[in-house]
């Protein structure tokens, strides 16, 4: 058994290696996600529509913990200073039924929230993908793996397109009037080339 799963690790890491394409370059790239995200302002993005979906959920907490109060304040009232035995048991019971649909609701909250993030997460990478598939592309390479200090053990830094896919992230959010600014001040600059000449 041992012997099979050090043959799965080798085998592995032949495939993380990459395969080789003519000239020896590998055809596998790697991408650092995090980074990614990071510097294209992806991250923040998540994090404030993650942080405002959270909120949302905290005050649909307070309003169910408020309705539940509400409730047992109303039948502490309607019993009285002096309740039966009776009276007790059902306000007991009022209690015990108030808190387990409390942690209930609190459940379904860290429910909601785990699959906000994990939805956030599944968008971010789609945005990246296309991007990384095109650097990629350009570069001869068919595969790309997210960087992990865990899954990868070593790659040669040319494999790295981290920095190439920031920058054609950047370039492809900026404004509409950015690029017609660039193409004027290069107009310019082979303007002046010709009036030096």
Known sequence: MKNILLIAGLLS?????????????????VIDI???????????????????????LQTKLTDVQNQLTTQINAKKKEIGDKPSEEQRNELAQLFGNAKQQYQQAQ?????????KRASLIITVRDQIRPVARKVAKSRGMTVILAKSDILILDYDTDADITDAVISE????SK??????AATSSSEGSAADDKAAQ
Do not use: H, W, Y
């Not at 495939?15 to 055809?27: D, E, M, P």
């Not at 510097?39 to 994090?47: A, D, I, Y």
């Not at 992230?169 to 492809?172: D, E, F, G, K, N």
């Open 13 to 29: 890491l032949g495939l993380l290696s990459g395969c080789k394409v003519g000239g020896g370059a590998s055809n596998t790239a």
């Open 169 to 172: 992230m950047l370039i492809t």
């Open 107 to 115: 459940q379904t909250a860290s429910k909601n929230l785990d699959t």
């Open 34 to 56: 995090e980074r990614v995200a990071k510097e294209t302002g992806l991250s923040e993005k998540v994090s404030k529509e993650l942080e405002s979906f959270q909120q949302n």
């Open 175 to 180: 404004p509409a009037a950015a690029p017609a």
